[in-house]
């Protein structure tokens, strides 16, 4: 089977300008996760899905970054504007009924 | 919200030492996963625990779950060059799908 698909790989983007990162889970998935990875430290939740609809969205800073998960498949998650810290590497992970997460690849986040 | 705390942080043995990471949570747990990211990798599922006292083996690797179920540790017995990485622990205490992840230890085998 496919495993988790996570577009761009890398990106490079001035502070202040926007950037959006694009996620295809595994076939069936329904759950859909959005984790933020900062260099050391492990994967820090940043939005849940359970189909097309957000259940977790406590951590995600609300004022500058969005989520949408269209048709409970696709999902893209944005930043606008993005600032120095928001350096990362952003990760999307899916499972199926309460199965471990299988991760993607990540984006690799840098703003300058 | 729940609190993680995985130690040690970083360790380096030497090829065919033995190593253990330890997790624990202030809180009590329904599950807990275990997952391996590679140097410029993502994490990748190890095993799943979820009975108190609970052991459970994958070749040299021995994960065992607390019996109150508030820790957890991962044993990798005579490393390999292979086993080099990030362990990381990852904790539920309600619905397996939330996960709260520790910090991590960094695994370095000199070989």
């Known amino acids: 089977e496919a495993g988790v698909v996570q577009s761009p790989r890398y990106k490079i983007i001035e502070k202040k300008q926007p950037v959006a990162f694009w996620c295809n889970p595994i076939s069936g998935h329904n759950t859909l996760y959005w984790y933020l990875q900062n260099l050391g430290q492990g994967p820090e939740l940043l939005i849940r899905y359970e189909n097309e609809e957000a259940v977790d969205d406590s951590q995600l800073p609300k004022d500058r970054f969005s989520a949408e998960r269209l048709k409970g498949v696709d999902s893209t998650l944005k930043i606008q504007p993005a600032e120095l810290g928001d350096s990362a590497v952003y990760l999307c992970?899916?499972?199926?009924?309460?199965?471990?997460?299988?991760f993607g690849n990540g984006t690799r986040l840098t703003v300058t | 919200g729940q609190q993680v705390m995985q130690i040690p942080q970083y360790q380096h043995v030497q090829e065919g030492e033995d190593f253990t990471t330890y997790c624990n949570s202030s809180t009590t747990l329904s599950n807990i996963q275990w997952y391996k990211q590679r140097p410029g990798g993502h994490p990748v599922f190890l095993i799943q625990?979820?009975?108190?006292?609970e052991v459970k083996k994958q070749k040299r690797l021995t994960f065992q779950f607390g019996e109150a179920k508030k820790n957890s540790s991962l044993h990798i017995t005579a490393t390999q060059t292979t086993d080099v990485g990030t362990y990381f622990c990852?904790?539920?205490?309600?619905?397996?799908?939330?996960?709260?992840f520790g910090s991590g230890t960094q695994l370095t085998v000199l070989p």
């Open positions: 625990l979820v009975k108190s006292g």
């Open positions: 990852a904790l539920s205490s309600g619905s397996a799908r939330q996960l709260t």
């Open positions: 992970a899916s499972s199926h009924g309460g199965s471990p997460l299988h």
